[in-house]
């Protein structure tokens, strides 16, 4: 089992920035970062690898900077030129497995409880 806290959400305008984190409980070999709006499916923005591998979402590429401290067991989001089609609830998630579809909810294993970020206009 993996425990994952996530904060670092919050309120700002557009064009702001925030920096998410997650504690994990230890070490995954996959980590990575997705968000859900009301009444939407839950997507993926960006994953890491133990390699150090990345992958981000068209919508924020750019924008977005996943990132992880192994010695800390934490994971990174840094949030760049916010827009409002940003705001959502985003979660950490986590995976034991490398060869993984990166963006693919399905594909982890462990949750964390979210933390809201609200971008206005």
């Known amino acids: 089992q993996v425990q994952l806290v996530e904060s670092g959400g919050g309120s700002v305008q557009s064009g702001g920035s925030l920096r998410l984190s997650c504690t994990a409980s230890r070490y995954t070999t996959s980590m990575g970062w997705f968000r859900q709006a009301p009444g939407k499916e839950r997507e993926g923005v960006a994953s890491?690898?133990?390699?150090?591998?990345?992958t981000y979402a068209d919508s924020v590429k750019g924008r977005f900077t996943i990132s992880r401290d192994s010695a800390k067991n934490t994971l990174y989001l840094q949030m760049n030129d916010l827009k409002p089609e940003d705001t959502a609830m985003y979660y950490c998630?986590?995976?034991?497995?490398?060869?993984?579809?990166?963006?693919?909810?399905?594909?982890?294993?462990?949750w964390g409880q979210g933390t809201q970020v609200t971008v206005s206009s």
């Open positions: 890491i690898k133990s390699r150090g591998i990345t």
């Open positions: 998630a986590a995976s034991d497995r490398l060869s993984i579809r990166p963006l693919e909810p399905n594909a982890y294993d462990y």
